[in-house]
């Protein structure tokens, strides 16, 4: 038994965000119904690395998804999915404020008809306020929640991350927000809609950087791998060329990792007992830990660090991530097979449970793969079927 079985959910989203919690939803047992374009399709298909043509991001992001390929924008189109949202319990849409209402499909209109959906908007900039209507991608959220801002050396540019940061972090936020709503409806007996702006749970996951300028001042400032609140924490280069990442978030790690790279006389200093004391002297401690590190090689360092109980890892890339035995214990990745590909590996489910587990049970499909079934299953015909195929309603 998976934990969100007997769950439909409608994925009317594109790109990353909206299909991201939907796909989440879809791992633990939701019916997840995927809405694409019968022409154009999710423009997701064409992003990042592919075989043969076929999006490998895709077949990720649409895992355990039925894809049904529907145009909203034509009457027919829009008729089917008030009657797929009739029987369904959530709703995931990302269209700009003012689309779906455009095409008869009001929210409210949608909870007339079946009072127990959830109605899931996620836009860049919310469903009101002055930039609602433009356009908005998850690159526009973290360069106005402050993450670029902060992100980069400091004498260098601001910096945006190399993925789609603020839209899996909005995934993340959406996923819960429709748990929550599902929760209340056991109470209540009544669907509601969530507004998810994309610009703001990045915001959360930056720490109180508010909170600090309303009562301090502070504006954060670029610090590299340098952290703000605690030092040492860098990246450091061994002797044979490897990178390590060292984290002192706690006192007593901070303790053993200056005692072990040979300097314990730092740990009597009276700035030492704080992390706000450590990064007023950062110089100082970098300089400790980086000559010491920069004498040996990689393995060494670790289990040096490993046996005083100090906490640092490797700089990975996807090789060496393909190959870790902490990923391989933990089953992070699994393997499929694909109607496309044959075979393809994948990021399992986030987390494990003990009693109702999630799973990957197919990978991204071809469009319109289960139109038919889908369709089907509203009580359509075959020759209805056959006939919305032929004016481009359906693919």
Request: no cysteine; glycine share 10%; proline share 6%.
């Amino acid at each position: 038994m998976t934990s969100l079985a007997g769950l439909t959910v409608i994925d009317a989203a594109t790109l990353f965000a909206g299909p991201s919690a939907a796909m989440m939803l879809g791992d633990f047992g939701a019916d997840v119904i995927k809405i694409e374009h019968p022409r154009r399709g999710d423009p997701s298909r064409g992003h990042g690395a592919a075989v043969d043509g076929v999006g490998l991001w895709w077949k990720t992001l649409s895992r355990n998804k039925r894809a049904v390929a529907l145009d909203l924008s034509q009457e027919q189109g829009q008729e089917i999915l008030r009657r797929l949202a009739e029987g369904a319990d959530v709703l995931i849409e990302n269209f700009r404020p003012g689309t779906l209402e455009r095409w008869g499909l009001d929210p409210q209109d949608l909870l007339d008809r079946n009072p127990r959906l959830i109605v899931a908007r996620m836009t860049g900039f919310g469903q009101f306020g002055p930039m609602a209507r433009q356009p908005g991608f998850g690159t526009l959220a973290e360069a106005m929640s402050g993450f670029a801002a902060m992100t980069g050396q400091p004498d260098g540019p601001p910096t945006l991350p190399p993925l789609a940061l603020a839209d899996g972090i909005a995934g993340l936020a959406m996923a819960y927000a429709v748990m929550v709503a599902l929760h209340a409806r056991e109470s209540t007996g009544r669907g509601q809609v969530i507004d998810l702006a994309i610009i703001e749970p990045i915001l959360g996951l930056l720490g109180p950087q508010m909170t600090a300028y309303k009562a301090l001042g502070v504006v954060p400032q670029r610090t590299g791998n340098r952290s703000s609140s605690n030092a040492p924490r860098n990246t450091y280069r061994t002797r044979d060329g490897r990178w390590l990442a060292i984290s002192t978030s706690a006192q007593p790690v901070a303790e053993r990792v200056v005692t072990l790279v040979g300097r314990p006389d730092l740990v009597r200093q009276p700035w030492f007992a704080t992390g706000a004391g450590r990064v007023e002297h950062v110089d100082e401690l970098d300089e400790a830990v980086a000559s010491w590190i920069g004498e040996r090689d990689a393995d060494e360092v670790i289990a040096a660090f490993e046996a005083a109980q100090a906490a640092i890892a490797p700089i990975y890339n996807v090789k060496d991530i393909a190959v870790d035995p902490q990923y391989v214990a933990l089953n992070t990745f699994v393997e499929l097979p694909d109607e496309e590909l044959g075979q393809i590996t994948m990021q399992n489910v986030l987390f494990r449970m003990s009693d109702t587990p999630g799973e990957v049970r197919w990978p991204g499909r071809s469009l319109g793969h289960d139109t038919d079934e889908v369709l089907g299953g509203l009580g359509l015909a075959a020759e209805e079927i056959a006939k919305l195929r032929e004016a481009g309603v359906i693919a």
